[in-house]
Nanobody
Framework: QVQLVESGGGLVQPGGSLRLSCAAS????????IGWFRQAPGKLREGVSC????????TYEDSVKGRFTISRDNAKNTVYLQMNSLEPDDTAVYYC???????????????????WGKGTLVTVSS
């Protein structure tokens, strides 16, 4: 059974850091592009970052560039999102998703993903 499970969310103060994990089962992550997305209360889901299979090239939305880093550990079949300098506007449920093909060179669109996790909540508040 294909499954993606996010973990690592929680409550953090502004300026703090969290590392989210996206663990896959039932398929090999390295054969897919993996995206991180988020949905804040009352807002539409938006893309955050994407990492390609193979060369591991990455894409970030402007709002997280320089603060977030996406990476993958193929041996663990897991993708990570390191989030630094967190801001209250980063508060959201964070999802990972997988699909064949390549990340867009123009942002991280929310469409075209085949498999989705159930999300992990990140709350940035003092």
């Amino acid at each position: 059974q294909v499954q993606l499970v996010e973990s690592g969310g929680g409550l953090v103060q502004p300026g703090g850091s969290l590392r989210l994990s996206c663990a896959a089962s039932g398929f090999t992550l390295d054969h897919y592009r993996i995206g991180w997305f988020r949905q804040a209360p009352g807002k539409l889901r938006e893309g955050v970052s994407c990492i390609n299979s193979g060369d591991g090239s990455t894409t970030y939305e402007d709002s997280v560039k320089g603060r977030f880093t996406i990476s993958r550990d193929n041996a663990k079949n897991t993708v990570y999102l390191q989030m630094n300098s967190l801001e209250p506007d980063d508060t959201a449920v964070y999802y990972c998703a997988a699909a064949p093909g390549y990340c867009s060179n123009y942002g991280v669109p929310t469409y075209g993903m085949d498999y989705w996790g159930k999300g992990t909540l990140v709350t940035v508040s003092s």
